[in-house]
């Protein structure tokens, strides 16, 4: 693709970002994988394996999705009894007790903001990898939000490790955290390193005329 009435990308004017430090400099006789010379760091146009490391995050964090929701999350002991709930119970419990808007920011950080950072990045790497030009800017407006939003899905764990914590009333009653537990911390740890592997310039790239995947 042309680049005519285009301001120039870094790719096309030979010059690098240093990741670690920030220093820009000129790619060495159009070498695209060399060091920094302030830092020692290692500099390369666009980040290695970027989409095939964010495919390989991501299905991860599909696969263990289905034990996170299927798995209890806590366990509750009372009185010698003892009864597992999952994410979704917990939600259905809060709204039968009238507590709406706590049951609303576990449905919202614990279900649908995982689903909908996966459904985002699967739909961002099949737009690159068919070569899309389209809704460049949208686009990476959905993975800056999907970025953004990724911290917050550890909402539900830091409910667990809490309740963990103070309900310890030995034979009377305790809660510890359940096998589900596991597989959602997997899920939340997953799909940030996904989103922080992927290059969100590949986006640009077909648009600018680069091709770097």
């Known amino acids: 693709m042309s680049v005519t009435n285009q301001q120039l990308t870094g790719l096309q004017a030979q010059l690098m970002s240093c990741h670690s430090c920030g220093l820009l400099r000129r790619m060495a006789d159009g070498n695209m994988h060399t060091h920094c010379t302030r ?3 290692a500099l390369h146009a666009r980040k290695p394996d970027s989409l095939n490391r964010t495919w390989a995050l991501l299905i991860a964090a599909m696969i ?3 034990p996170a929701n299927l798995l209890p999350i806590t366990l509750t002991t009372a ?5 597992g709930d999952t994410i979704m119970q917990g939600v259905i419990y809060f709204l039968g007790s009238g507590d709406i808007p706590v049951a609303l920011v576990i449905l919202t950080a614990s279900i649908l903001v ?5 459904t985002a990045l699967t739909y961002l790497l099949i737009s690159i990898h068919l070569g899309s030009s389209k809704r460049t800017l949208d686009r990476t407006k959905i993975y800056r939000m999907v970025e953004f939003v ?3 899905s550890m909402i539900d764990v830091f409910v667990v490790t809490i309740m963990v914590a103070l309900v310890q009333l030995e034979a009377v009653a305790s809660i510890q955290a359940g096998s589900g537990a596991i597989f959602f911390c997997a899920v939340v740890i997953l799909t940030m390193l996904a989103a922080q592997s992927f290059d969100q310039r590949l986006i640009w790239d077909e648009s600018s005329g680069n091709d770097q995947r």
């Not at 995982?114 to 996966?118: A, F, S, T």
């Open 64 to 66: 263990f999705y289905i």
């Open 150 to 152: 990724g911290r917050w």
């Open 114 to 118: 995982p689903m909908l950072k996966m």
């Open 39 to 41: 830092c020692g760091s």
């Open 79 to 83: 009185l010698g009894r003892t009864e």
